[in-house]
């Protein structure tokens, strides 16, 4: 049995008994989504549908925001340790209620990409697999084999936190590589732009902007983006967001990364989920940088 099957065996059976004997109402974890490559969150209210749940090498998605969707409730929830950290934030921001949470930490090696997943083979895939460190994908009746090293989000290239700072019960097995220290350097793309002098730097950033719809899916997503009503965002019909005025979407992306310093914590769901692909983590780790420097 492979790592991520016995996790996905002991989620369902530790989310059935949380349920079964009342200590939580809802767990909150993924389920397999539209195609192999995609996970969703998913809330299991009964035993029976928490034998829905899954656990595989694409597990992305930050399950903090859909924690938050459930506040008030007593919930149970699967948590890797990027998620966990938004979770600990989330809390020292009293958005959720530590009694009423029930939270299993899973030991994480890295999740994969699913963009980079699709683009390693000619065709829609059909199945993902795992045969130890590698990723099996058929497409029709290839099957092809990619080592999951090689697949990693960036994220999880210079990950602290395979084992969740935050828990009550931690399921997965802690490797010396869990445990070992990251190799990579989460800033070196900060870096990199600053050493652009001030032109080149507008430069970039006018070219990454410009391709900004001003659709708000970076700000919807992000877990620590929880006011009720956010006072960034343009009505749709407002001729600027129609424009995309350039100057409303340097504000936007200006006034909301200077909300999120000091709580932003890298999870990098709102580089995700945009659709033009910009590369809204190198604002979030400059924000990060500023603020541990002072
Ligand atoms: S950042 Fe760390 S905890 Fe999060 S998915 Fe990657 S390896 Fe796992
Ligand atoms: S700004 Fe982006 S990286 Fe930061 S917490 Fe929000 S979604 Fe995560
Ligand atoms: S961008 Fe600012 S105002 Fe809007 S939801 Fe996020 S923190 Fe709140
Ligand atoms: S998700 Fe991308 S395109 Fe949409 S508002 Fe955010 S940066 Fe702009």
New binding site residues.
Partial sequence: MTVTALIEDQLRARASALLSDGTVEVFLGYRQGSNPLRVAPFAARTPAEAERLVWNAV??PNLAGALLKHAGRRVGVAL?????RSVAQLLSQRQLDRERLHIIG?V????ADPEQLAAAVSGPVDELAEDGNELLLSVGEEISRHPQDGM??A????????I?ELYDELIGEVTPAAAAAPVGDRLAGVRALEALDAPGRLAFWSEQLSKCTLCYACQTVCPLCFCKECSLTLPRDDPRRQTREPASVFSFHMMRAYHLAGRCTG??ECERVCPEDIPLSLICRKIEQDGRAQ
């Fill in positions: 597990c992305v890797k340790g990027c998620d966990a899973v994480c090696e890295g999740m990693l989000l994220k999880c290239e210079t990950c602290t936190s395979h969740p999870c990098d």
